[in-house]
């Protein structure tokens, strides 16, 4: 089993949906969460960055941790075509530390 | 400053030959790390330093693989006699310590034939 867990969808939804992506995870000792943004065939992007539970919020994008239930989401509101990318959770256990990463999931945003 | 930068950007090589690959972090980033990607998957760690203190290797880093990062600036990662299990791409991210967000190159695609 797998430190982190996603769903590698695809999934594809309507222009101006809103969209959830979510990972769970096993080791509770993870700390820092983030999520990154990969367009094909590039680098991830760092999109959004929580230390230990609750929200955060950034625009369109609202990051969510529940560390009870070992379980992160990002919603993505108003998702736009230039969005559909692969969404790559990411968990440190400290600070400034190797990053586990999920496997990815696809989305596809349709005009 | 324009990021973190990787050379080369693809490389296709013959089994059991060597290959290098360079990073060049964000200026004043004290932090890089080395990732691997293959298709359908996340970035895996490899390995990471801490000036030019490589701190921590991981266990899929066998011993055809070694980093350096010689002052503390850009680092190189080399693989000797390639096999085609280490097609992937090797991703470069930097940070300042402390910061919580690492930055990724582009990443240099490998193929061995």
């Known amino acids: 089993q797998k430190e982190v867990e996603q769903d590698p969808g695809p999934l594809s939804v309507p222009e101006g949906a809103i969209v959830s992506l979510n990972c769970t995870y096993s080791n509770s000792a993870f700390q820092y969460f983030m999520w990154y943004r990969q367009y094909s065939r590039k680098g991830p992007e760092l999109l959004m960055y929580?230390?230990?539970?609750g929200n955060k919020e950034d625009g369109r994008f609202t990051a969510q941790v529940d560390k009870s239930s070992k379980y992160i989401s990002l919603f993505i509101r108003d998702s736009q075509p230039s969005d559909s990318a692969t969404y790559l959770c990411?968990?440190?256990?400290?600070?400034?530390?190797?990053?586990?990463f999920g496997s990815g999931t696809r989305l596809l945003v349709r005009p | 400053d324009t990021g973190v930068s990787q050379d080369p950007r693809h490389k296709i090589t013959k089994r059991g030959q060597n290959v290098t690959f360079r990073c060049d972090p964000i200026?004043?980033?004290?932090?890089l790390y080395w990732y691997r990607q293959t298709l359908g998957q996340g970035p895996e760690f490899l390995t990471y330093f801490q000036n030019e203190a490589q701190l921590e290797k991981s266990r899929l880093l066998s011993d055809r693989f070694s980093a350096e990062r010689p002052k503390g600036s850009f680092s190189t990662l080399e693989i000797q006699r390639t096999e085609q299990g280490d097609s992937a791409m090797y991703l470069c991210a930097s940070e300042e310590t402390g910061a919580n967000e690492q930055f990724f190159g582009p990443g240099t695609r490998l193929t061995v034939l």
């Open positions: 929580t230390y230990s539970s």
């Open positions: 990411a968990m440190s256990m400290d600070s400034s530390y190797k990053l586990i």
């Open positions: 200026s004043e980033h004290n932090r």
